[in-house]
């Protein structure tokens, strides 16, 4: 399959956490198949419109943000770049993770210090950016509609993407923007059926690269350990 943007992102285990996930959005990033939804009672909203616009990428936290492959650079040579780089970095565990929300979404976010998670993502980012074309005008003016701070249009054009290094939050996101009220509701109803299935603590053992179609739907090409 041709994929027309890459990118670094955790993505759990095959296990209920994954398994649930998929359904939640409904879009499982390991077979890159759809997922049938699971019924869940005292949602707002249908589920598809609820979890629509994170659908595409699956159930991840990302690592390096998905970019275009730089003039000259090839799949190929991407997949050995990364998995020489795992076999530098060692896994990071963390205290946990727990349902929150993060603006007008809801996420999973870290428990407690997430700087060795952090400093694992600088890695990534600096060590593979010779693989990342630069962005485009439309790209740039998308994400400046964010109201970049100083530090973040700083790191914008140095990496692409205004997230990354100091600038990091990991999070795994669940839904699409919501109302207040609206996130009070899916929290109250997706608590349950999510919180038991949250890992504690949680290690990040390996990283897995996937890749764009040309739907705009995201894909697992490959998974690999982390070995340092």
Sequence with gaps: MQFRRYGIYYTPHPGALADFGARWLGWD??????????????????????TATPRKYGLHGTI?????????????????????LCASLAPVTLDGLHLARLGRFLALKIDGDQTPLAN??????????PFRAPPSDAELARRRRARLNAR?????AQWGYPY????????????????????????TALAPHITPLLPRPFTVRDLTLVGEDISGMFHEIHRYTLTG
């Design 120 to 129: 694992l993502a600088a890695s990534v980012v600096q060590q593979l950016d």
């Design 64 to 84: 390096k943000p998905p970019f275009h492959l730089a003039e000259g650079a090839t799949a190929a040579a991407l997949a050995d770049a990364l998995h020489i």
């Design 164 to 187: 990354v290094l100091d600038e990091f939050r990991f999070h795994i996101t669940l839904t699409g923007p919501l109302a207040p009220e609206q996130a009070v509701e899916v929290e």
């Design 29 to 50: 990033v390991a077979s890159g198949q759809p997922a049938p939804h699971p019924d869940i009672p005292g949602l707002p909203a249908p589920l598809p419109d609820i």
């Design 152 to 156: 973040q249009e700083a790191l914008l």
